[in-house]
């Protein structure tokens, strides 16, 4: 019998029996502790360097510490630390605004000055939110603007990655860059189909459509593939390049392959530019970075969805962009625009701290857990937890935002054949070397659980790191108090 199968088995025997047996509580918790334990002790986890918390939510009683006071790399469960703040300090209902306004005079449809787009650092301004923009502006009866198309990204720093991750960098859309106007999570879809013959170009076309970008197609149609089809961007001449090549079979699916931008605000003029032209607005001037005078006046301000439902997105399918976008958001409006990531991570600690949560060793260096500079505590997530369970002004919001296990999100394969099968929501964290879950369980009698498994110098890879991360919530589930 495999290990995994030999430990199912144990905390089967350990726990599913519980209700039933006459002994107390705290022998089931012993127990409980054996089962935890035994499952920690593959050989590919680094004991010195794994921690694992678990705390009762009513009664505030810690059942299990392994290192629990320890910072570790966190990885994304950083996110549920940016989730708290957010909500904290914004509230449930806080909505990113996007205006649109113009300087000049206003005469017949005609604008005889600049458009202004002014961002408030909306991190789901999708091309579909763009285009109901741009058709508003063509429903106020604007036909012309003769002079610029102005971007005012003056809510945000001109920083468009967090100073804890200048360096390497990749194209993919996990380490996309922030801004105050930022338009499709700065990312881009290059749709690649086969041709119609072998010999034939592939065919490829980016969304969302604008005259930035240049395809710059050496993908063909072959009867073998040596090298399957792939798309980089090459920044120059005015233009964004995106090189296509590799090869694709004539009967191969369609495919989409996701890059991220490198200037989020010309990216996001000259989206408005080509939705406005569609629309039947016309600008005549070029793009340009500014700021809003005070005599502008306004046109259209659109606002987001409440903040409460994007943390959902957040948390359920990790998104970076988000997070960053949001712990600047913070900053700027605690203390002032221009937000930066120091304002946004400062105001992280000044709310665990003033929450009386201990933030010893602990170390904040982006709001998306990307950076390998952050640490935290399995202790701190699980207080974390604790002081958000018992929020009832943000806290049903906060606890709704992690994925359902086996159910949603990033943790939606998880616990497939397990008791603990849609009874747990848990954030996720992953980089080389570190695996990391957290959240709330809910245990068969009812009672409500938060636990944090950090695990750094992973040897286990991620599956080895997943499967014991999923017997702890199943045994956390299983425990149950004696039936009367």
């Known amino acids: 019998m495999k290990l995994k199968h030999k430990l199912a088995a144990l905390i089967l025997c350990l726990l599913a029996t519980a209700p039933v047996a006459d002994r107390a509580f705290a022998e089931q918790k012993e127990d409980f502790k054996a089962a935890i334990d035994f499952s920690l002790r593959e050989r590919c986890v680094s004991?010195?360097?794994?921690?694992?918390?678990?705390?009762?939510?009513?009664?505030?009683?810690?059942?299990?510490?392994?290192?629990?006071?320890?910072?570790?790399?966190?990885?994304?469960?950083?996110?549920?630390?940016?989730?708290?703040?957010?909500?904290?300090?914004?509230g449930v209902n806080y909505k990113f605004k996007t205006d649109v306004l113009y300087s000049g005079k206003r005469e017949r449809g005609?604008?005889?000055?600049?458009?202004?787009?002014?961002?408030?650092?909306?991190?789901?301004?999708?091309?579909?939110?763009?285009?109901l923009i741009a058709d508003e502006v063509r429903r106020q009866g604007i036909r012309e603007v003769t002079g610029n198309l102005v971007l005012d990204t003056s809510f945000f720093d001109d920083h468009t990655i967090p100073p804890a991750r200048h360096g390497r960098r990749t194209q993919r859309p996990y380490d996309a860059p922030i801004g105050a106007l930022s338009v499709n999570f700065n990312t881009i879809a290059v749709h690649v189909y086969p041709g119609e013959a072998v010999g034939a170009p592939v065919i490829a076309e980016v969304e969302p459509r604008s005259d930035y970008f240049r395809v710059i197609n050496d993908a063909v149609t072959r009867s073998r593939v040596k090298?399957?089809?792939?798309?980089?961007?090459?920044?120059?001449?005015?233009?964004?390049?995106?090189?296509i090549t590799g090869a694709m079979r004539p009967d191969d699916a369609p495919g989409i392959i996701y890059i991220n931008i490198d200037d989020p605000t010309m990216f996001a003029g000259e989206t408005f530019r080509a939705f406005l032209k569609n629309a039947g607005v016309n600008v005549a001037g070029g793009i340009v970075?500014?700021?809003?005078?005070?005599?502008?006046?306004?046109i259209h301000a659109h606002q987001s969805e409440p903040i409460s439902v994007i943390l959902r997105e957040l948390n359920r399918f990790s998104n970076n962009f988000i997070a960053e976008q949001v712990i600047k958001t913070v900053g700027a409006e605690t203390m002032g625009a221009p937000g930066t990531h120091e304002k946004g991570l400062s105001m992280v600690e000044k709310f665990l701290n003033e929450s009386g949560i201990d933030t010893t060793g602990a170390v904040f260096?982006?709001?998306?857990?990307?950076?390998?500079?952050?640490?935290v505590s399995a202790k701190m997530l699980t207080d974390l937890l604790l002081l958000m369970s018992k929020r009832f002004d943000i806290g049903p919001d906060f606890v709704a935002s992690p994925g359902i296990m086996g159910v949603d999100g990033s943790v939606r394969k998880r616990l497939k054949t397990s008791p603990?099968?849609?009874?747990?929501?848990?954030?996720?964290?992953?980089?080389?070397?570190?695996?990391?879950?957290?959240?709330?369980?809910?245990g068969r009698d009812g009672k409500l659980f938060a636990f944090?498994?950090?695990?750094n110098n992973n040897a286990?890879?991620?599956?080895?790191?997943?499967?014991?991360?999923?017997?702890?919530?199943?045994?956390?589930?299983?425990?149950a108090e004696k039936k009367r």
């Open 110 to 131: 005609v604008i005889k000055g600049d458009l202004i787009i002014r961002g408030g650092g909306d991190p789901k301004l999708t091309p579909e939110v763009v285009w």
């Open 460 to 479: 286990c890879y991620y599956k080895g790191a997943h499967n014991i991360q999923d017997k702890i919530v199943t045994a956390i589930h299983l425990l």
């Open 227 to 243: 090298r399957p089809v792939s798309a980089l961007r090459v920044n120059g001449d005015g233009k964004v390049n995106i090189k």
């Open 289 to 298: 970075k500014g700021v809003t005078p005070t005599t502008a006046r306004l």
């Open 47 to 90: 004991h010195d360097k794994t921690a694992v918390r678990i705390t009762d939510v009513a009664t505030g009683e810690t059942l299990y510490d392994l290192n629990g006071s320890s910072p570790l790399l966190p990885a994304s469960v950083m996110k549920l630390v940016t989730t708290a703040t957010a909500l904290n300090y914004l």
């Open 452 to 455: 944090a498994i950090l695990q």
């Open 420 to 442: 603990a099968k849609s009874q747990a929501r848990a954030k996720t964290g992953t980089l080389n070397g570190v695996s990391s879950l957290s959240g709330y369980v809910s």
């Open 365 to 375: 260096a982006d709001g998306s857990g990307l950076s390998k500079e952050n640490r």
